[in-house]
């Protein structure tokens, strides 16, 4: 499943929580890690100085980011094979261009970033890596909870769609990989209902809703089952994101595989606009599964 992860760094918390959740996966899967710095030299210059960095200014940024990576290298602690590289640009094109070209099977970043004069500023940075990548993203933030790297409980949400199905080979590999149990969820999002239409009772609405996501979980763990894992399913009535935190701090998950899209329209149930709300707000790692990774 994985074999090469690059984790862009800027030193911060989010960034270093990200770091050893790759590690981590590394060690399972034998996989190489790469730390990526970006010498953001024109975000670092300011509006009034970019374009007109003296060449010292420039050697300057850039070593800090050369620092950065090999201080976020030492995270392995010879555990894995890690490699270090260092490239200037925009921070968020230079991750997508950077882990797209060298086709690495998996991103892992923070959700946040430093600020000031060396920021890469990972709060928008993030975003921009799961929308326009195709790779599989890991996000993690940094939070009060202790940061678990062997994961017991592994989640899946999902909604039955093409999108969200494609996470869900990533999430049962990890799974396998640490013995986890695999938690396959779905929400009816009684947001999505109509009402007043006339068409169909409300009542109905939510049973047909009901039904189809428990056979969208029961589908995640026949899968997983076959796989050689236990697994639990849950069908809850209420708002995506929202339940999908509870349930995380409910279940004591460990971490997060979705899909980065999902149903839209009258059938929507999960996903889309989910998936970023639970990036920032997840106290456990999320692997975002792009609908067009190969998994």
């Known amino acids: 499943m994985y074999e090469t992860i690059l984790v862009p760094t800027d030193g911060s918390a989010h960034a270093e929580r990200a770091g050893r959740h790759a590690v981590s996966l590394a060690e399972a899967f034998d996989a ?17 100085d970019a374009g007109g960095v003296s060449a ?28 270090t590289a260092v490239v200037e640009g925009d921070p968020a094109e230079a991750i997508v261009d950077y882990a797209d070209e060298g086709e690495f099977d998996a991103v892992a970043m923070g959700t ?13 940075v993030a975003r921009y890596v799961v929308r326009h990548t195709t790779r599989p993203v890991l996000t993690a933030r940094e939070t ?27 999430g049962i590999a990890v799974a396998d990989a640490f013995g986890a149990t695999l938690h396959a969820f779905h929400v009816v999002d009684l947001s999505a209902m109509t009402t007043g239409s006339g068409i ?3 009542t109905q609405q939510l049973e047909r809703y009901t039904e189809a996501g428990e056979a969208a979980v029961e589908a ?3 899968r997983a089952r076959a796989a050689g894992l236990d697994t639990e399913t849950t069908v809850e009535h209420g708002f995506p994101s929202a339940d999908l935190l509870d349930y995380v701090d409910e279940a ?15 059938d929507r149930v999960l996903l889309g606009s989910t998936t970023e709300r639970i990036l920032t707000r997840s106290p456990v790692p999320v692997v975002a599964v792009h609908p067009d990774d190969a998994a």
């Not at 850039?62 to 392995?76: F, K, M, N, R």
């Not at 909870?145 to 990533?170: I, K, M, R």
């Open 252 to 266: 004591g998950v460990d971490l997060v595989a979705m899909g980065t899209h999902g149903r839209t329209g009258i």
């Open 220 to 222: 995640v763990a026949e």
């Open 112 to 124: 946040h970033g430093r600020r000031g004069l060396s920021r890469l500023v990972f709060g928008s």
């Open 56 to 83: 010292e200014f420039r050697e300057r940024v850039e070593a800090e980011s050369e620092s950065t990576v090999e201080d976020a290298a030492a995270l392995a602690d010879d555990r894995v094979a890690v490699e």
């Open 32 to 48: 190489t890690v790469t730390m990526l710095g970006v010498a953001d030299v024109e975000g670092a210059a300011g509006p009034f």
């Open 200 to 202: 169909e009772p409300p």
């Open 144 to 170: 009060d909870v202790d940061p678990v790297t062997d994961y017991e409980d592994v989640l899946v949400p999902t909604d039955g769609s093409d999108a969200a199905e494609a996470a869900v080979d990533h």
